[in-house]
C-alpha cells in the first residue's frame, strides 16, 4: 500500500522538475499527488523529512548545477532564473547542498547521476502509538476562531468557554475540540488558522462571537495520544508518515481535528489525552 503514496510524492517531483518557472503552490502540488489540500502537506513532510519548500530549493539548486555546466552563461543569470536575488545568497544556498560554490561546482565539470527515486529523502523513525479506523460522530461546534502559534490556541479555548458559560450552555456542552486548517511546517506561524470550541447540540444558539463549524461524521482514522501538547507533532508524523500510508486509506478533503478527552486545568500534562481524527475517504 505505501507504494501508492510513493508514487503520490514521485508524481510531484516529477512535476516540480518540469515546471519549476510554473505553479508550484500548495494547493497545485496536491492536486498532482490527488490528495486532499488539507493533508497533503503533512504526508509529503512526514514521509519524505522535508517540506515542499525545501523540494523546490532542492530541485531547483539540482536543475542550476546543471546549467553551470552547459555553458558559460554567467552565475548571476542562473541565480536569477533559479529565485535568487543574488550571487551570495545563491552561493550560499549551493553549497549547502553541493559541498562547494558554484564556481568550484563548475570547474569540477559533471553531475553526479541521481535516479529520481533516490532523490526524496526519508523520515526514517516514527514514535508507535494506538491508531485505529472508527464511524465519527457529526459534530456542531461553537467556536473561537484563532490566528497563529497552535500552542496559544489555548486562549480561544478560554474565550469559548467564558461565552458558553455566561449564555448557560456548558450544561448542555461536549467534549472540547480544535479544527486545525493548516500544516504548521508550510505556513507562518502568525497565519496559522484553527478552532476552539465545544460541541453542541442541535438547536442551541450559536451568535457572535462564537461561530458555527460543522464536522462531519463517518469514517476516520484516530490516533489516541497520551501526554503533553508540545509532543503532537511527533504524533502526527507517524499518522501521516508511517499508519496513513501503509494502511491504503486516502483523506477526505476536510480539516483533521483534535478531541480533547481532559484538560490541562485539572490534569497533570503527561496524562492528557488527545484523540487526532483525519477524516477518510
Not at 96 to 123: H, I, K
Request: charged share 20%.
Amino acid at each position: 500500500m505505501a507504494q501508492d503514496y510513493d508514487h503520490r510524492l514521485l508524481r510531484v517531483l516529477t512535476y516540480i522538475e518540469a515546471n519549476l518557472e510554473g505553479d508550484l503552490s500548495l494547493d497545485q502540488l496536491a492536486e498532482v499527488a490527488a490528495l486532499s489540500r488539507f493533508h497533503f502537506h503533512r504526508v509529503f513532510r512526514a514521509m519524505t523529512g522535508e517540506t515542499v519548500a525545501q523540494a523546490v530549493r532542492r530541485v531547483r539548486l539540482r536543475a542550476a548545477a546543471a546549467e553551470l555546466l552547459r555553458g558559460g552563461e554567467p552565475i548571476e543569470a542562473i541565480a536569477a532564473r533559479h529565485g535568487y536575488p543574488n550571487v551570495s545568497s545563491f552561493s550560499r544556498a549551493f553549497r549547502d547542498q553541493n559541498g562547494m560554490s558554484p564556481g568550484a561546482f563548475r570547474e569540477r565539470g559533471f553531475v553526479t547521476p541521481q535516479p529520481l527515486s533516490e532523490t526524496l529523502p526519508r523520515q526514517k523513525e516514527f514514535t508507535m502509538y494506538d491508531i485505529d479506523i472508527r464511524d465519527m460522530p457529526a459534530h456542531r461546534l461553537a467556536a473561537i476562531a484563532h490566528l497563529g502559534d497552535y500552542m496559544k490556541v489555548n486562549q480561544a479555548f478560554g474565550k469559548a468557554g467564558a461565552v458558553l458559560g455566561a449564555r448557560g450552555m456548558m450544561q448542555q456542552a461536549g467534549p472540547m475540540i480544535g479544527v486545525y486548517l493548516d500544516d504548521p511546517s508550510s505556513v507562518p506561524l502568525d497565519a496559522l488558522r484553527s478552532y476552539a470550541g465545544m460541541s453542541v447540540p442541535e438547536g442551541a444558539l450559536i451568535e457572535d462571537p462564537l461561530e458555527e463549524i460543522a464536522l462531519v461524521g463517518g469514517k476516520y482514522a484516530v490516533l489516541r495520544y497520551v501526554g503533553p501538547y508540545e509532543g503532537l507533532s511527533n504524533a502526527y508524523a507517524t499518522l501521516f508518515g508511517s499508519w496513513l500510508p501503509q494502511s491504503g486509506e486516502v483523506p477526505r478533503d476536510a480539516p483533521p481535528y483534535e478531541l480533547y478527552e481532559n484538560t490541562p486545568m485539572d490534569t497533570a500534562p503527561e496524562d492528557l489525552v488527545t484523540l487526532i481524527c483525519v477524516p477518510l475517504q
